[in-house]
């Protein structure tokens, strides 16, 4: 393993390609999963025996959060983060393309149940689930998402296919959609045989039972542990091919108790993910925290251009959340600022790449795996004692390489 590279927190006064197969094996790929949402189940989403065993296997690398928030049970973030990247990972080793990939671990987040995004999303005031995702191709720079779902079990994958389909038109040479909501949405996830089951059924015993006692007890409970009403939200996945294919994604059930209709960062353009791809250098980024303040300071694209002309990518990842999260005019009224970011730059010409994450959060869970490691790794974020979230920023980074 690399050296970890780390800015210790500050606080806002201080200064401080290879053509892949899968067009094909996605129109022949048993989608159709298990009844259940157990993490042992997330494998069967993708069935790898379809994948051709005389395509080159495709080296790369997976990382995955779930979500910048107050951890509460690292146990289980542990596991999830675990599996997901074991399971993007299996896609690339099997001849799969880095935005299957990235689908494939964003899955297995929404099914396990105790993120929020799927299966399990936090419920909005009125009762309901609304599920947004999105999904950027670094090197086509094609983006898809779609919001409002409630009835789409898995909306990254939504996300993925209206990402792809961009370059296509439809007939009578319509424009194709970049982001889908409501019920257009789910309808068109009926027509393209995506998995839809009722309502109800999305919704999990934590998520009622956090929802009932929120919805009853909310400034009784803010005053009584002096926790803001922010649960776990955004979780995300990037990943990156050996030839520097990359592609972020994310997917969020939305802040809890939100208005029905809200619709987060993690379906808009330039907020919830970015990827981009230029000649050897690779960035990709996915975002987590207030929604709101993510879109208006479209972070995760700031991130991205900022690192394309920095040397240093932590020191670059620092200002970008100092200048414009945490100080940006965008949100000069407001005293606290939460959220995250998972990034990752690459250089395809000597497949060195770093793993970076930063948060003005409490805490912040991540996973990532290479394709020639045995086994994920898993990383628990914290901002010392010493600094107050929502003021201080905790940046760090970690050396991965990928076979050339």
Not at 60 to 82: D, L, M, P, Q, R
Not at 346 to 360: I, Q
Request: hydrophobic share 35%; glycine share 8%; with cysteine.
């Amino acid at each position: 393993m690399g050296k970890t590279a780390t800015v210790h927190a500050i606080s806002l006064n201080e200064s401080v390609q290879l053509h892949t197969i899968g067009m094909v094996c996605r129109r022949k790929r048993d989608w159709r999963e298990k009844e259940g949402h157990s993490l042992s189940s997330c494998a069967n989403l993708y069935n790898l025996k379809h994948i051709n065993a005389n395509k080159c296997i495709m080296a790369g690398f997976v990382a995955v959060h779930t979500g910048a928030g107050n951890c509460v049970n690292e146990t289980k973030y542990k596991k999830i983060c675990k599996e997901s990247c074991l399971l993007g990972t299996s896609i690339l080793k099997s001849g799969g393309t880095a935005l299957e990939a990235c689908e494939a671990a964003i899955v297995a987040l929404e099914n396990c149940g105790y993120t929020n995004a799927g299966y399990g999303s936090n419920l909005t005031w009125d009762g309901r689930i609304e599920c947004e995702a999105s999904i950027m191709d670094g090197a086509t720079r094609q983006f898809g998402a779609c919001t409002n779902l409630s009835r789409v079990k898995n909306p990254i994958r939504l996300a993925r296919i209206l990402c792809e389909r961009q370059s296509k038109l439809l007939s009578m040479d319509r424009i194709p959609p970049m982001i889908l909501c409501g019920d257009g949405a789910v309808k068109y996830a009926q027509e393209i045989n995506l998995p839809l089951v009722n309502e109800e059924d999305m919704i999990s015993n934590k998520a009622r039972k956090t929802y009932d006692h929120y919805r009853q007890n909310i400034e009784q409970y803010e005053n009584t542990f002096n926790v803001k009403v922010t649960p776990l939200d955004t979780v995300g996945a990037v990943v990156v091919d050996s030839l520097g294919n990359c592609v972020a994604g994310c997917s969020s059930g939305g802040l809890i108790l939100k208005l029905s209709g809200r619709i987060g960062q993690a379906a808009c353009y330039g907020a919830g993910c970015w990827a981009s791809k230029e000649k050897n250098k690779s960035i990709a980024t996915c975002t987590t925290g207030n929604g709101e303040y993510l879109m208006r300071t479209l972070l995760a694209r700031e991130i991205v251009t900022n690192l394309k002309n920095d040397q240093c990518s932590i020191l670059s990842l620092h200002k970008t959340f100092k200048n414009d999260f945490l100080e940006s005019p965008f949100l000069k009224h407001l005293d606290e600022v939460y959220g995250g970011a998972l990034t990752l730059v690459y250089d395809a010409e000597n497949g060195d790449g770093e793993l970076l994450w930063s948060h003005t959060t409490q805490s912040f869970c991540i996973g990532h795996m290479s394709t020639k490691q045995k086994s994920p790794r898993f990383v628990f974020s914290t901002l010392p004692e010493s600094k107050k979230q929502g003021k201080s920023i905790m940046v760090q980074g970690q050396h991965f390489k990928v076979p050339i």
